[in-house]
T-cell receptor
Framework: AQSVTQLDSQVPVFEEAPVELRCNYS??????LFWYVQYPNQGLQLLLK??????LVESINGFEAEFNKSQTSFHLRKPSVHISDTAEYFC??????????????FGKGTLLTVNP | GAGVSQSPSNKVTEKGKDVELRCDPI?????LYWYRQSLGQGLEFLIY????????KSGLPSDRFSAERTGGSVSTLTIQRTQQEDSAVYLC????????????FGPGTRLTVL
């Protein structure tokens, strides 16, 4: 069975400050890793994903995440946040092989609040 | 193009009643998923449909929950004899059937059981 731990349920930061949202997972098999974002009053959207290859993946709006296999982590970072980044962020994992690679296991989410 | 749509957006029901939640996936997506988002539990996988294959029902919390997908498109999630603990946002997602492909989520149905 897989599990995902998001260590911080809430992260308040000031605009233009750097931020890191932490995500750790446990799995007995290889994994795919995802970050989804839920803006206020909107549905879940994929932010970025790691399937294979380069362990550093980036989104179009300046977020990046690094897959660290030895630490079983997939932390999300942004060097300078904007107020529009205020949202709830969910880390998710699925099996990278085998028959259940479709099933996403989500963390409980981190609410990022960017203050002026 | 149109995204995943769900109806109703909100549903308030009395304990013991049955409810049906509907999901229209993105055209061409062969995979369809239901998740539940509730306070304290986060997002939980409920059920997965892929083409004509038998669905993966491993996430359904009890036999009061069932789902079907007609014609490989629209899906209905049915909850019988609703309980207060069923109150949650029910999310539907769809994707192409590719390893690790992005799941596109609908806006959800907020179910409140009084």
């Amino acid at each position: 069975a897989q599990s995902v731990t998001q260590l911080d349920s809430q992260v308040p930061v000031f605009e233009e400050a750097p931020v890191e949202l932490r995500c750790n997972y446990s799995s007995s098999v290889s994994v795919y890793l995802f970050w989804y974002v839920q803006y206020p009053n909107q549905g879940l959207q994929l932010l970025l994903k790691y399937l294979s290859g380069s362990t550093l993946v980036e989104s179009i709006n300046g977020f990046e995440a690094e897959f660290n296999k030895s630490q079983t982590s997939f932390h999300l970072r942004k060097p300078s946040v904007h107020i529009s980044d205020t949202a709830e962020y969910f880390c998710a994992v699925s099996e990278g092989s085998g028959g259940s690679n479709y099933k996403l296991t989500f963390g409980k989410g981190t609410l990022l609040t960017v203050n002026p | 193009g149109a995204g995943v749509s769900q109806s109703p957006s909100n549903k308030v029901t009395e304990k013991g009643k049955d409810v049906e939640l509907r999901c229209d996936p993105i055209s061409g997506h062969t995979a369809l998923y239901w998740y539940r988002q509730s306070l304290g539990q986060g997002l939980e996988f409920l059920i997965y449909f892929q083409g004509n294959s038998a669905p993966d029902k491993s996430g359904l919390p009890s036999d009061r929950f069932s789902a079907e997908r007609t014609g490989g498109s629209v899906s209905t999630l049915t909850i019988q004899r609703t309980q207060q603990e069923d109150s949650a946002v029910y999310l539907c997602a769809s994707s192409f059937y590719l390893r690790g492909d992005e799941q596109f989520f609908g806006p959800g149905t907020r179910l409140t059981v009084l």
